[in-house]
Structures are given as structure tokens and as C-alpha cells.
């Protein structure tokens, strides 16, 4: 069964600074992984996915994150964090073998808190 | 604007008393799915759908009910809704392949 860990509940970062935010998911086959980001009351929004190719992918709002098979990681990244960057991230993996599978399990997600 | 609806926003029932929450999506995804949000669980997948009359249970089913006629469409039902069924839920939706979900705002839902 697959499965993706977020390590960080909470993360304060200060404006300007560089971000990541940690994902580690266990999978057998080659995963397809997400970064979704959820703004306090609203729905997720996609930030970006990986299916093959480049290990570093870029995606909306200038994030962007790399694919490290070696250590079941989908890290995301961001040179300089913005006050609209405070939300929640979710971190997903989804079955690759087959596209009728419908399995997408997503982490249990880390609070970003930005501080002037 | 291409979208996922979802109706309520809010809702605040009794225990017992059976609901519905509708989902629609304007893409003509082949693919919806029902998650609730729980803090601390992160999201967790109700039901899904692969296209019409087709659907099967996701992790945390138990309690709830789904039914695909339409492509479009794609409610939930709680029949005899509990206490522990308070949460925030969401649908979703997306087209064939490995693509993202579309996310709807959400409904939470409170049973009291």
C-alpha cells in the first residue's frame, strides 16, 4: 500500500527566506507525486506533479520540487517566501502501473506560518 | 470558468437525519472522488468514481453512499448520519491519465 509522510506539522518561516517543506512517500512502483496547497477556508489547489522525466519540476506561485528515487522524496522548494504563502501543504502519491487505479493518498499535511 | 461545485458549504444536522451533499463538475472529467479532512489525518478517500454507473469504496467508506448516473455529477449520502461523521469534505475531480485532481471549496459539515 502506498503512503506519504509529512514530518513537519508546522513550519514558521520569515518573509523573504527560503523554504522546503518535506515529503517522503513508500511506494513500489514509480510514483506519481503532488504538491497541492490549501489557503486558509478554501479548497486544494494543485501546485505541481510529477510523472517522469526531469527530477525537478516547477510548478505555480514559483514553487518548485525534485524527485529523489534514492530517498523517497518529493521535497518542495521556494527561494523567497511571500506573507500570501502562509497556508496548509499537502504532499499526495498516486498510482502509476495503472490509470484506472484511482488510489491518490495524500500526508497529513504541513502548516506554513510566514513572519515579518 | 471550469470548476468543481459543491453544495452546502455548511451544514448542520442531527443524528439520523439523511443528506445529501451534491458535487458537480463543469470539465467532463471522467474521474470524481469524495475525501474528508480531518486534522491531523490529512485527506482521506471516501469513495471514487471512474465514470458513470462505475464507483468503489476508498479507504473510509463505512457510512457513506455515492451514485454515479451522470457524468457530471456525483453526490454523497449519509443515510443515518453520526457525530464522528463531522468533517470537512471534498470532491474532486479529474480527467483520464495521470493528471491532478480538481478540488471543490468544501463542505463542512457538523452532526450533532
Known amino acids: 500500500a502506498q503512503s506519504v509522510t509529512q514530518p513537519d506539522i508546522h513550519i514558521t518561516v520569515s518573509e523573504g527566506a527560503s523554504l522546503e517543506l518535506r515529503c517522503n512517500y513508500s511506494?513500489?512502483?514509480?510514483?506519481?507525486l503532488f504538491w497541492y496547497v490549501q489557503s486558509p477556508g478554501q479548497g486544494l489547489q494543485l501546485l505541481l506533479k510529477?510523472?517522469?522525466?526531469?527530477?525537478l519540476v516547477q510548478g505555480i506561485k514559483g514553487f518548485e520540487a525534485e524527485f529523489k528515487r534514492s530517498q523517497s522524496s518529493f521535497n518542495l522548494r521556494k527561494p523567497s517566501v511571500h506573507w500570501s504563502d502562509a497556508a496548509e501543504y499537502f504532499c499526495?502519491?498516486?498510482?502509476?502501473?495503472?490509470?484506472?487505479?484511482?488510489?491518490?493518498?495524500f500526508g497529513t499535511g504541513t502548516r506554513l506560518t510566514i513572519i515579518p | 470558468e471550469a470548476q468543481v461545485t459543491q453544495n452546502p458549504r455548511y451544514l448542520i444536522t442531527v443524528t439520523g437525519k439523511k443528506l445529501t451533499v451534491t458535487c458537480s463538475q463543469n470539465?467532463?472529467?471522467?474521474?470524481m472522488s469524495w475525501y474528508r479532512q480531518d486534522p491531523g489525518l490529512g485527506l482521506r478517500q471516501i469513495y471514487y468514481?471512474?465514470?458513470?454507473?462505475?464507483?468503489d469504496k476508498g479507504d473510509v467508506p463505512e457510512g457513506y453512499k455515492v451514485s454515479r448516473k451522470e457524468k457530471r455529477n456525483f453526490p454523497l449520502i449519509l443515510e443515518s448520519p453520526s457525530p464522528n461523521q463531522t468533517s470537512l469534505y471534498f470532491c474532486?475531480?479529474?480527467?483520464?491519465?495521470?493528471?491532478?485532481?480538481?478540488f471543490g471549496s468544501g463542505t463542512r459539515l457538523t452532526v450533532v
Open positions: 510529477y510523472f517522469s522525466g526531469d527530477t
Open positions: 511506494y513500489g512502483a514509480t510514483p506519481y
Open positions: 474532486a475531480s479529474r480527467n483520464r491519465g495521470p493528471e491532478g485532481y480538481t
Open positions: 499526495a502519491v498516486g498510482a502509476s502501473s495503472d490509470f484506472g487505479n484511482e488510489k491518490l493518498t
Open positions: 470539465m467532463n472529467h471522467e474521474y
Open positions: 468514481s471512474m465514470n458513470v454507473e462505475v464507483t
